[in-house]
Structures are given as structure tokens and as C-alpha cells.
């Protein structure tokens, strides 16, 4: 089974930073990535897939990059609504998997 | 805007059964896989497994799940057995976007739309 890692595990940082995360494959995947968005009490939200399209009504200062088995997330000027949890998702092979999250919160 | 209406919240003894419904709106079901993801308490996402109703195609990783589409109600069925206490979680099911694979016969998908959830606790 393809396992994700992803650092940080947790970061502080203020309105205004860039903030970037990484997600690493335990083998190759392509461009089969996701990453979803999830604040508390609340399901996930998808914001990029094939690794670095952004999904319907995100918004442009979240990108994506990456392919094989290194992918990112960038937040170029982190908001107030970004403190979060953000997880990454291969859909490459079955079982598709989660990473284990960064918690982005206020510095 | 999308809705997946999911059941309500449910209590189980360990070693039953619980079955959690997602109903997705007219049309989902013949375009798009329904996933099961869970959240235990304070946890990350798993993923529990999912179903291509088009194909009838379903992938599973635990031996205790069972998902089945109803294309009449548009209604997709996770049904949990063998219930332990750490299956405590709350269950979401979310829409995927299907993904032909490069190197296997097999669809994959990501999650665009997701339901509220549905809190399952195993407790004697």
C-alpha cells in the first residue's frame, strides 16, 4: 500500500506568511494527488487535485505542485479562514490513503 | 450546490452491526464513486473504501465493510460489522471524481463533495 508522509506536522504562522507543506509518496504517483482543507467540526473540503489544479471556488492563493512522489502546498498570504488542518490524498492505486495532516494555526 | 444527506447518529454495542446512508442527488450515482472516509476522535482521515455504482465496482479496506448502491433511491449504504470500539468515529461520504488508471484496469478517484457526516460510537 502507498503511504504519505507530510511535513511539518503542526506550524504557527501569522496573517500575511507563506505558508508551504510538503507530501511525500512512499513510491511514485504520478500527478494522482489531492489536497483537502479541514477546519473543526467540519468535512473536508477538496482545494487542489492532480496535484496542482485548483478546485471550483478556491481560492488563487492556494497552489500546488509536484509529481512522482514530492508534492507541495503553498498558501502565498495566509487569512484568517486558512487556520486549519490540510491533508494530502493519492488516488495513484487502491487502497487510496490520507497523510497524517498539518495543523496550520496562529502564531 | 451539492447535498449529500447522510443518517443521523448512532450508538452500537461492540460486536454489532451499524449501516450508515448517504443519499446523493438524481444523476450522481451514474457519473461519479461514492467514497467512506472516517475520523476517529481527535484523529486524521482514513479512508474506509468506496463504490462505482456505473461500473459496480467497490474496494474495501477492512473485511468487516460492506457498501452497496441503490439506484432507485440514489441512496449508498455503508454497513459496518463486527463493531469494536475503536470503529468509533464519525463516517463521511463524500462524491469522487473517477480516474482511469495508466497502469491497472481499476478506477481511482479524489473527493469533491462531502456529507455532514454520521457519528457511529461503540460503547457497552
Redesign the interface.
Known amino acids: 500500500a502507498i503511504q504519505l508522509t507530510q511535513s511539518p506536522s503542526s506550524l504557527s504562522a501569522s496573517v500575511g506568511d507563506r505558508v508551504t507543506i510538503t507530501c511525500r509518496a512512499s513510491q511514485g504517483i ?1 500527478s ?1 494527488l ?1 489536497w ?1 482543507q ?1 477546519k473543526p467540526g467540519q ?4 482545494l487542489i ?1 492532480d496535484a496542482s489544479s485548483l ?1 471550483r471556488g478556491v481560492p488563487s492563493r492556494f497552489s500546488g505542485r509536484g509529481s512522482g512522489t514530492d508534492f507541495t502546498l503553498t498558501i502565498s498570504s495566509l487569512q484568517p479562514e486558512d487556520f486549519a488542518t490540510y ?1 494530502c ?1 493519492q ?11 498539518t495543523k496550520v494555526d496562529i502564531k | 450546490q451539492v447535498l449529500l444527506e447522510q443518517s443521523g447518529a448512532e450508538v452500537k454495542k461492540p460486536g454489532s452491526s451499524v449501516k450508515v446512508s448517504c443519499k446523493a442527488p438524481a444523476g450522481t450515482l451514474p457519473t461519479y464513486a461514492i ?1 467512506w ?1 472516517r475520523q476517529a476522535p481527535g484523529q ?4 474506509v473504501g ?1 463504490i462505482i455504482p456505473i461500473y459496480g465496482a467497490t ?1 474495501y ?1 477492512h473485511n468487516r465493510v460492506t457498501i452497496i448502491a441503490d439506484k432507485t433511491t440514489n441512496t449508498v449504504y455503508m454497513e459496518l460489522s463486527r463493531l469494536r470500539s475503536e470503529d468509533t468515529a464519525v463516517y ?1 461520504c ?1 462524491r469522487g ?1 473517477i ?1 482511469p ?4 484496469p ?1 478506477y ?5 463533495v ?4 454520521t457519528t457511529v460510537t461503540v460503547s457497552s
Not at chain 1, 43 to 46: A, F, G, K, S, T
Not at chain 1, 91 to 101: M, Q, R, T, V
Not at chain 2, 44 to 47: F, I, N, Q, T
Not at chain 2, 101 to 104: A, F, G, M, N, Q
Open positions: 504520478s494522482a489531492a483537502y479541514q468535512p473536508p473540503q477538496l487535485y478546485a491533508y490524498q488516488f495513484y492505486n487502491f487502497p487510496l490513503a490520507f497523510g497524517p495532516g | 467514497s472516509v486524521g482521515l482514513e479512508w468506496g474496494y479496506t463521511y463524500a471524481i480516474v488508471s495508466d497502469i491497472s481499476y481511482f478517484y479524489y473527493m469533491d462531502w456529507g455532514k457526516g
